[in-house]
T-cell receptor
C-alpha cells in the first residue's frame, strides 16, 4: 500500500477522447509531480506543484493540462492525444527541501489508439 | 538538459554474484538519489547521498557519491532474486527538480 494512489491503473483512449488521470496522496506532503515514463527513455518531469501553485512546466504540450485543487489531489486532464503519448504516467509527492525523497504512485498505463 | 547516463543498461546475473551499477554526468548535483522500480509499480527510494565522497550502506547495497558530486555508484553484494528490478539514479538540480538517469535493468536468476 503506497501513500500515493493513482487511478485508473490502465486507460485506453482514442485520439479524440477527453479523459483525466487522478492522483491522491495521504502523506501530508506539500509538493506533487507528474512524470512520464516511456520505453527506453529516462523518466521525464512534466509538472511540479508546490503548495498548489505550479512551479514547473517542462515544455509539455497543451494537450496535457494539470490541475491541483489542494495539496492532496492532482489531476492530469488529457485531450486529443497522439499515439506517441502512450506511456506510464507517474504521480509523486514530496516535502520541499534538498534531498527530499519522491514518493511515487503505481502509475497509470495509458494507451492512445 | 542534464543527462545522467547509467551503465550497464541491462545486467543478467546468477544469485550470489556481485555487481556494480554506475551513474555518470557532466553536471554537479546538490544530492543524488537511487530508486528501484519493480514491474507494475512506481519507483521506491533506496537512498539519498548529499556530500561528495559519501558512502552509504543498506544491507547488501553500498552507494557512493563521487567527490565532485557528478557521479555515483551502486554495488550489490551476493545478489538475490529479490534484487531484480529497474534501478534509477536521480540527480537534484534546483528547486524540487530531479533529473533521472537512463536506468539499469537487473535480473537475478536463482
Amino acid at each position: 500500500e503506497t501513500g500515493v494512489t493513482q487511478t485508473p491503473r490502465h486507460l485506453v483512449m482514442g485520439m479524440t477522447n477527453k479523459k483525466s488521470l487522478k492522483c491522491e496522496q495521504h502523506l501530508g506532503h506539500n509538493a506533487m509531480y507528474w512524470y512520464k515514463q516511456s520505453a527506453k527513455k529516462p523518466l521525464e518531469l512534466m509538472f511540479v506543484y508546490s503548495l498548489e501553485e505550479r512551479v514547473e512546466n517542462n515544455s509539455v504540450p497543451s494537450r496535457f493540462s494539470p490541475e491541483c485543487p489542494n495539496s492532496s489531489h492532482l489531476f492530469l486532464h488529457l485531450h486529443t492525444l497522439q499515439p506517441e503519448d502512450s506511456a506510464l504516467y507517474l504521480c509523486a509527492s514530496s516535502q520541499p527541501g534538498t534531498g527530499k525523497a519522491l514518493h511515487f504512485g503505481n502509475g497509470t498505463r495509458l494507451t492512445v489508439t | 538538459t542534464q543527462l545522467l547516463e547509467q551503465s550497464p543498461q541491462f545486467l543478467s546475473i546468477q544469485e550470489g554474484e556481485n555487481l556494480t551499477v554506475y551513474c555518470n554526468s557532466s553536471s554537479v548535483f546538490s544530492s543524488l538519489q537511487w530508486y528501484r522500480q519493480e514491474p507494475g509499480e512506481g519507483p521506491v527510494l533506496l537512498v539519498t547521498v548529499v556530500t561528495g565522497g559519501e558512502v552509504k550502506k543498506l544491507k547488501r547495497l553500498t552507494f557512493q557519491f563521487g567527490d565532485a558530486r557528478k557521479d555515483s555508484s551502486l554495488h550489490i553484494t551476493a545478489a538475490q532474486p529479490g534484487d531484480t528490478g529497474l534501478y534509477l539514479c536521480a540527480g537534484e538540480r534546483g528547486f524540487q527538480k530531479l533529473v533521472f538517469g537512463t536506468g539499469t535493468r537487473l535480473l537475478v536468476s536463482p
